[in-house]
């Protein structure tokens, strides 16, 4: 159990490319089990490992309603082996993009083929909340942020934003 520190834009380590996993032994484990814990600290329904500064392809996920039934889904290693045509929008935000909100269009749903927490290959149809949640933490193991799908403009804007917030929190 531990609480770990999510790293925010601008920082070089959210642009690496994350490394796959070749067995899940307990370090991963524990990894993942540090992963969730930060993902709940910070009330979000998704993060990977980057996020917290190791650049392994895993990621954690819960998306109940309900605070009280917790359902964590852990991801080693995915790949998306069907995307569809049809695409989704949604709004969407990021940990490591604190405060800062845009609808995002993603293909509205998608296979993936992935390890368990126990090491075990299952392949999961997502779609909805799901599918765009898995494919936003998946670009977080190429490097990719949400921000990065918009306009220049809007970019910068919010990396302004973010860099003021930054600036802020150094005084404090
Ligand atoms: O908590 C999160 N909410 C969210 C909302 C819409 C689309 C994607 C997400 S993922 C985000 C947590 C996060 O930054 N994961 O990388
Ligand atoms: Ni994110």
């Given at each position: 159990m531990a609480v770990k520190t999510i790293l925010t834009e601008p920082n070089k380590l959210l642009r690496q490319v994350s490394k796959p996993?070749?067995?899940?032994?307990?370090?991963?484990?524990?990894?993942?089990?540090?992963?969730?814990?930060?993902?709940?600290?910070?009330?979000?329904?998704g993060l990977a490992a980057i996020q917290i500064g190791v650049p392994k392809r895993i990621i954690v996920m819960d998306l109940s309603k309900d605070p009280k039934k917790k359902e964590p889904r852990y991801f080693v290693n995915p790949v998306i082996k069907n995307k569809n045509l049809e695409k989704a929008t949604y709004e969407e935000?990021?940990?490591?993009?604190?405060?800062?909100?845009?609808?995002?269009?993603?293909?509205?749903?998608?296979d993936v083929e992935y390890l368990d927490y126990n090491g075990k290959k299952q392949l999961l149809k997502a779609d909805g909340l799901l599918a765009t949640c898995i494919q936003h933490e998946m670009d977080h193991l190429e490097g990719i942020l949400f921000i990065?799908?918009?306009?220049?403009?809007?970019?910068?804007?919010?990396?302004?934003?973010?860099?003021?917030?930054?600036?802020?929190?150094a005084i404090l």
């Open positions: 996993v070749e067995k899940v032994t307990k370090n991963e484990q524990i990894l993942m089990d540090d992963m969730l814990d930060t993902m709940y600290a910070a009330n979000g329904i935000g990021c940990l490591s993009v604190p405060n800062q909100f845009a609808e995002i269009d993603r293909p509205k749903q998608c990065d799908y918009l306009s220049k403009l809007k970019r910068s804007m919010i990396a302004k934003k973010l860099s003021k917030l930054k600036s802020n929190t």
